[in-house]
């Protein structure tokens, strides 16, 4: 059993930063000391100047996700390398039940996927492609057995995974009397297929369109629909996904205020990059940026408002939505036609350092950092204490986080299996220097990968923290 002294170091936890010597024991955390309390002759990692935090926990993402015909780019393998290089030692990725499918297959064709091929621990949400009686009760199911406990729903893409108001009340109400947490993709999907068939009818069929008509009033109305059919549903736990505008932030802040049991999250995509970023694009390159929700325009208060969002907890978390495809032969699938073009970002890389950059903007404290991209999605979705802190007993996923490096972010030095970068040449203050992943080093602080493709083991989940 390894056992080492993690010295030096400025843990960060929920109250703030404050200096402490972490002894790891196999695969635990087995004690906090105060500096130079801790044993002696045992192998030490010198944090000197270095922010200790927990492994950070991705609650969204993608890989191999069917989508338009294609596959995100990123399998298991690739993604979680990925992942471990930036920082994140958990990802819950999405099974996917296909229309018509049985959901226990959906999911077993992920767990095809995923096991024996990750380098840090995953668990899975569950997309429900149908809602009917079988998927209801399979519902259960999931849940009692599987350690599967959040299941989402799109109010978008009709015909694909779409579920109409009749079904996410059904869903809603079964999540309610079985403690799972319903999320939610909320978009008004039938709205915005009416917008997008009348851009392609007046020749419209660039990039840009694409955020052009998804905009943001489809996003409100969605997330404002999605919250009262969750009060119907007896205040069934609803988290909103990729939350990206102002106004749905509102309608998320309203509830909320109202004690509803509303919780949401948005992405880095969101806090940065704009709809500009993607019209500013030569030629088809704006496919790059196609994700959906989509980029807002730079000329309303998105950004802000998410920002305060996360200082006020109506954004509790921010997950990426890592959702990668090559343009080469995946983004070009819709040239001539922008609703062809796969819909996604790659970013489980960068998350940790995206979000730091907030710290150094003064948008963020160190605490609420650490809260938005480990605790509070552990806690969110039954990993915690397991996972999302740095306590006694927690697995000692850890991360040492250097505020004096930089980090360059680009396609020629990122890890996913992506032909570009929707960051290329951004620059952050601040870098991932050690990552160990349930007490083995994965990452060291000259960035050599010591991780291996198998190490990651599958979470069975327990109910959320935030159940009424
Ligand atoms: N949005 C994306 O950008 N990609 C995959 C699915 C989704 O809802
Ligand atoms: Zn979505
Ligand atoms: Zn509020
Ligand atoms: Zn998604």
């Known amino acids: 059993m390894t056992t080492l002294l993690i010295v030096n170091g400025t843990v960060i936890g929920s109250a703030g930063p404050y200096a402490a010597d972490v002894l790891v024991e196999g695969e635990k955390i087995a004690a906090l000391f105060a500096p130079g309390r801790g044993p002696a002759d045992v192998e030490t990692i010198d944090a000197t100047g270095k922010y200790v935090i927990p492994g950070a926990v991705d609650a969204h993402t993608h890989m191999e ?87 989402k729903l799109f109010m978008a893409y009709p015909g694909v995974f779409y579920s109409d108001d009749g079904q996410i009340l059904r869903a ?116 790059k940026w196609v994700c959906s929700t989509p980029l807002r325009s730079k000329h309303e208060p998105h950004r802000a408002d998410l920002w305060k969002g996360l200082r006020s907890n109506d954004l509790a978390v921010v997950s990426t939505d890592h959702c990668p495809f090559c343009f080469k032969d995946q983004k070009e699938l819709g040239r001539g036609d922008f609703s062809k073009i796969p819909n996604g970002i790659g970013g489980v890389e960068h998350r940790v350092d995206l979000v730091y950059q907030g710290v150094v903007d003064k948008q963020l404290s160190l605490a609420r950092w650490v809260e938005t991209i480990a605790t509070t999605p552990a806690r969110m979705f039954g990993l915690y204490p397991r996972k999302g802190v740095i306590a006694p007993g927690s697995d000692a996923d850890i991360v040492l986080y250097d505020p004096a490096g930089t980090t360059r972010i680009g396609v020629d030095t990122h890890h996913m299996n992506m032909d570009h970068s929707a960051w290329e040449g951004y620059e952050i203050a601040g870098r991932v220097h050690t990552v160990l992943s349930r007490g083995t080093v994965v990452v060291d602080g000259d960035g050599n990968y010591h991780g291996r493709k198998g190490h990651g083991q599958y979470l069975r989940r327990g109910l959320s923290d935030y159940l009424l």
């Open 65 to 151: 996700l069917p989508f338009g015909g294609t596959f995100a780019s990123d399998t298991f393998d690739t993604g979680t390398r990925a992942a471990a290089f930036g920082g994140t030692t958990t990802i819950v990725d999405f099974a996917v039940q296909r229309t018509g499918e049985v959901v226990q297959d959906g999911l077993a064709a992920w767990h095809g996927k995923a096991e024996g091929n990750c380098h840090v621990d995953y668990a899975f949400h569950m997309i429900l492609g149908g809602v009917d009686d079988d998927s209801l009760k399979a519902m259960d199911q999931l849940v009692a057995d599987e350690g599967i406990t959040s299941f």
């Open 172 to 287: 809603m109400q079964r999540a309610r009397d079985n403690g799972a947490v319903i999320m939610m993709h909320a978009e008004n999907g039938i709205a915005i297929d009416v917008l997008v068939q009348q851009a392609l009818a007046r020749g419209e069929t660039d990039p840009i369109h694409h955020g052009i008509t998804r905009p943001q009033a489809l996003e409100a109305e969605a997330t404002s629909r999605a919250i009262r059919l969750a009060e119907v549903a007896r205040d069934c736990p609803l988290y909103i996904v990729h939350l990206s505008a102002s106004q749905a932030l509102e309608e998320v802040a309203a509830a909320r205020d109202a004690g509803r049991n509303v919780f949401a999250e948005t992405c880095p995509q969101y806090l940065y990059l704009t709809l500009e970023d993607q019209l500013g694009a030569p030629g088809f390159e704006g496919a």
